[in-house]
């Protein structure tokens, strides 16, 4: 039995729970996860829905691409999963992790712009790990294969 598969899933999985930035403004810190805002003053998490549904009034066009990188999260983490329980196709996983994990740049970049405000990407540092080291050698192995 191939445990590939489910190491990439694992792998998969723990970059959706790390904080993909981290803003610190002040004494405050807000962590982008993504399934939500989390910040400390007050503790409180925000789901990704309420945050894009219910508050697009207020919403800077830099954080947009945090959606964006959500959904190809999505997409990475259900075609990681079809790879257990079925086949995957390495290249479509590989390619929307790093797709999300880019798109926390623009977060990121946009966070630093701001004054007294310090973002560090970690996410998209983590995401990138993840298809350097789980994926790219996949990709490797089935194209010689092939």
Known sequence: M????????????????????????????????????????????LSVYSYFVRFTNALPQFIESWGSGVLLYALALASAAAGVVWREDVRVTALALAGAGLTQFPVFLGFNRRLNYVAVPVGSLVLLAVVWWYYLPAIRTDSATR
């Open 2 to 45: 191939d445990r590939g598969p489910r190491r990439r899933l694992v792998a998969v999985v723990v970059a959706g729970l790390v904080p993909w930035t981290v803003v610190l403004v002040g004494a405050e810190l807000t962590l982008i996860f993504s399934f939500g805002l989390f910040n400390t003053n007050p503790p409180e998490l």
